[in-house]
């Protein structure tokens, strides 16, 4: 099966940096991630995902990495702002459901 | 595109007390997913429904835990005794299709006495 894993808790930058955040997988044939957001109280919101056969994909101040040698990937958050400050999850698919990370809290001050 | 519905988004009992959530999935989406998220990890799957029948419940604890999504649109889950353990949010997730991008709902936070 597949184990994701973030590998800081927490992060905390100042608004108008870029902020990366990180995740490690276990399984070498996954071929789909998905990077969610998740404010407190709601539920989960898609922010972008990446397929194996890309080692990059860019959204609207978003970036995912994919390094398949070392099993990583990571998010890309360009300037970041206050209404970034969340908890971000990498996930990957098990069979066709989902399987999280613990998630990073990302702190932004201004 | 309106999006997942839950109901209700808070509910306090006691335990061995039963109780039941409700999901209404995205318009067109044959695929329903119920996630458990205990405070400070991320979601588990519990249950995957494709239409009306079940894809995946290997991860529900079918002794205390069941679920119907009986005409393919909306789903139950239902916790009959709960447990202490079992505070956590509920969440509710909508594809597509299988290996499609989910779509969750707010969740019902659930706390047990």
């Known amino acids: 099966g597949e184990n994701v894993g973030l590998h800081l808790p927490t992060l905390s930058v100042q608004e108008g940096d870029n902020s990366i955040i990180n995740c490690a997988y276990s399984n070498s044939a996954s071929d789909y991630f998905i990077w969610y957001k998740q404010e407190s109280g709601k539920g989960p919101q898609f922010i972008i995902d990446?397929?194996?056969?890309?080692d990059k994909r860019q959204g609207q101040r978003v970036t995912v990495l994919l390094n398949k040698t070392v099993k990583h990937l990571s998010l890309q958050i360009a300037a970041t702002q206050p209404g970034d400050s969340a908890v971000y999850f990498c996930a990957a698919p098990h069979r066709t459901a989902l399987i999280f990370g613990k998630g990073t809290t990302l702190s932004v001050s201004s | 595109e309106a999006g997942v519905a839950q109901s209700p988004r808070y509910k306090i009992i006691e335990k061995r007390q039963s109780v039941a959530f409700w999901c209404n999935p995205i318009?067109?989406?044959?695929?329903l997913y119920w996630y458990q998220q205990i405070l400070g990890q991320g979601p588990k799957l519990l249950i995957q429904f494709q239409n009306n029948g079940v894809v995946d419940d290997s991860q529900l604890p079918k002794d205390r835990f069941s679920a119907e999504r009986l005409k393919g649109v909306d789903s139950t889950l239902k916790i009959q005794p709960a447990k202490l353990e079992d505070s956590a949010v509920y969440l509710c997730?909508?594809?597509?299709?299988?290996?499609?991008?989910?779509?969750f709902g707010d969740g019902t936070r659930l706390s047990i006495l």
């Open positions: 990446i397929r194996s056969n890309m």
């Open positions: 997730a909508s594809s597509l299709s299988g290996n499609q991008p989910q779509h």
């Open positions: 318009s067109g989406h044959a695929t």
